[in-house]
């Protein structure tokens, strides 16, 4: 059975609680450092509402790996979260290779159903883009090259993946969002299907996967359903959303109101097997959140948890 899952911003007691009436099975957190009693602490919180924490994804020590200046510590230190998360008893890690730069928008109040704020990217605004990772570290303003960018993931996979499947750990790639050839002086190469196989071809192993984004598959101009298939078992996480548009000029949708096929992608997914973690992903904000994060408000969340819900018992 897939784990319906959730990031909650914020983390508050009344989120949690929220989660958990509304069936949710696993929490996703931040990197909370390489202390194993940090890990610890911030997975009996959510154990204690009934939950369980699934995956650690955000604020990983990982920037200057991407653009070739580590000096070994921050590869020290991902290592070291392998052997943690083992003792904590979780096994997902998700992770993307976007050099100095995380998600971007241009606009974090374009109009949804109802007049709901979401956000959305036009290639043509990108001088005033935002990035919306809150504390993202921004490391170096140099150019780098796609090839660079593959030896790094390269060295960076070979060094850590035999840690991860050590330690039962499954190494989740997220893919490039917007999925372009390069943004902001940067080049990218998780952008493509394709490019999805080649990174699950450098070192092959059980912890090199995928976190499947439907949102930036969509918008790489993908059938959903038909890339699912196509890369598989490698899929071992899964971001639920949608998107109207292209890698140039798209805007998130309530899951329910863009093109993809959201009945199909999940028998997609469980034709191949998978039964990961499936959390939703970027939502409308809602009348009366204009002070929340865009994109990680609640009241879009809790109607996500149901709408997942219901497909996922409807394609059972």
Not at 201 to 207: A, H, W
Not at 290 to 296: A, R, T
């Given at each position: 059975?897939?784990?319906?899952?959730?990031?909650?911003?914020?983390?508050?007691?009344?989120?949690?609680?929220?989660?958990?009436?509304?069936?949710?099975?696993?929490?996703?957190?931040?990197?909370?450092g390489p202390h194993l009693q940090d890990l610890l602490q911030v997975r009996d919180r959510i154990e204690s509402f009934g939950l369980k924490l699934i995956a650690i994804e955000g604020g990983l020590p990982i920037e200057r790996i991407k653009v070739g200046q580590d000096d070994g510590s921050d590869l020290a230190e991902m290592k070291l979260l392998m052997q943690n998360l083992n003792k904590a008893g979780i096994q997902y890690v998700c992770y993307n290779f976007m050099a100095g730069t995380d998600w971007?928008?241009?606009?974090?109040?374009?109009?949804?159903?109802?007049?709901a704020k979401v956000t959305s990217f036009a290639l043509a605004d990108v001088e005033q883009a935002m990035s919306l990772t809150i504390g993202?570290?921004?490391?170096?303003?140099?150019?780098?090259?796609?090839?660079?960018?593959?030896?790094?993931?390269?060295?960076?996979?070979?060094?850590?993946?035999?840690?991860?499947?050590?330690?039962?750990?499954?190494?989740?790639?997220?893919?490039?969002?917007?999925?372009?050839?390069?943004?902001?002086?940067?080049?990218?190469?998780?952008?493509?299907?394709?490019?999805?196989?080649?990174?699950?071809?450098?070192?092959?192993?059980?912890?090199?996967?995928?976190?499947?984004?439907?949102?930036?598959?969509?918008?790489?101009?993908?059938?959903?359903?038909?890339?699912?298939?196509?890369?598989?078992?490698?899929?071992?996480?899964?971001?639920?959303?949608?998107?109207?548009g292209n890698a140039e000029s798209f805007a998130e949708t309530f899951h329910d109101n863009g093109p993809t096929d959201m009945a199909a992608a999940i028998r997609a997914y469980r034709e191949i097997g998978f039964q990961g973690p499936i959390r939703p992903d970027h939502v409308p904000q809602l009348v009366g959140e204009?002070?929340?994060?865009?994109?990680?408000t609640m009241l879009g969340r809790l109607f996500a948890y149901g709408y997942i819900r219901g497909l996922l018992h409807a394609t059972k």
């Open positions: 059975m897939m784990q319906l899952s959730t990031v909650l911003t914020p983390m508050s007691d009344e989120n949690l609680t929220l989660a958990a009436q509304c069936g949710v099975y696993g929490v996703v957190a931040r990197y909370p971007v928008r241009t606009r974090l109040d374009a109009p949804e159903r109802g007049g993202a570290q921004q490391v170096g303003r140099e150019m780098i090259s796609a090839e660079d960018l593959w030896t790094n993931l390269t060295r960076f996979l070979q060094e850590l993946l035999p840690v991860a499947e050590a330690n039962g750990v499954f190494l989740c790639m997220h893919p490039d969002d917007p999925p372009l050839p390069a943004l902001l002086g940067k080049s990218r190469i998780m952008n493509s299907v394709e490019n999805f196989e080649r990174l699950v071809k450098l070192v092959p192993s059980r912890s090199n996967a995928i976190c499947f984004c439907q949102g930036t598959f969509a918008t790489m101009g993908a059938d959903i359903p038909a890339a699912i298939r196509r890369l598989g078992s490698h899929i071992q996480y899964v971001h639920f959303r949608d998107v109207r204009d002070d929340g994060e865009p994109g990680y």
